[in-house]
């Protein structure tokens, strides 16, 4: 799933792991828990976390390709915030190679919205769940009952950085995929549901035309 902070990966990739009964790797949630438990990669992920910027690629690629080898993922997977870099999605290439292909969708939002909505969301201290719109005004979290905070780089002039980064590091995938014949597009300024349900369609076309064609990424 390609997108920017505040896209909507994450809450849609909730969705689709759901529906699917797959599982859904977010690279920002693992270093998250990373930092939070005070492994070595967490405690020197944290600045860069703190500062918007991206956490080395050789870092990232070890964590992912340690998770794609569990057997939890043989039937699919959902991947929130990975790759972000092209030498990650090159290294990703190479991990699923012999598995079926990848379906990249990338979810597009203009740069305005993303700033109003990543200034605006909240998160649960206690289960991660985002809270947007009237949900994010309550100091409840709707799931568990935790209190909702605002995350720690969700402020403004790390929004902008994470931005920055974006444009400069990630957008560039868009190039590297999407002549594949598995890339799509969705709308992600429309509303939530509208969302998921484009997604869906995204998902099914792009794994159908595969089954069909019997095209290798
Ligand atoms: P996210 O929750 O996806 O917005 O990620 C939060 C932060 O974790 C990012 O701003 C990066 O500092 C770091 N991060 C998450 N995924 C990656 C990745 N694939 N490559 C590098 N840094 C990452």
Known sequence: ???????????????????????????????????????????????????GEL????????IV????????????FILDGFPRTVIQAAALDEI??????LVVIEIVVPEDELVRRLSRRMVCEKCGETAHGAAA?????????????????????????????????TQPLVEYYQTRPTFRSVNGSQASDRVASDLMAAIESAASGVAAKGVRP
């Open 55 to 62: 956490v080395n690629d050789d870092v990232m690629i070890g």
């Open 137 to 169: 005004k309550i100091p409840d979290c709707q799931r568990c009952g935790g209190r909702l905070v605002q995350r720690s780089d969700d402020h403004d002039a790390v929004v902008i950085e994470r931005l920055k980064v974006y444009n400069r590091q």
């Open 65 to 76: 390709r340690e998770r794609l080898d569990q057997n939890d993922v043989r039937n699919g």
């Open 1 to 51: 799933m390609l997108g920017a902070p505040g896209a909507g990966k994450g809450t849609q990739a909730e969705q689709v792991a759901r529906a699917r009964a797959i599982p859904k790797i977010s690279t920002g949630d693992i270093l998250r828990e990373a930092v939070h438990n005070g492994t070595a990669i967490g405690r020197r992920a944290n600045d860069i976390m703190a500062r």
């Open 96 to 101: 699923v190679k012999g598995r079926d292909p």
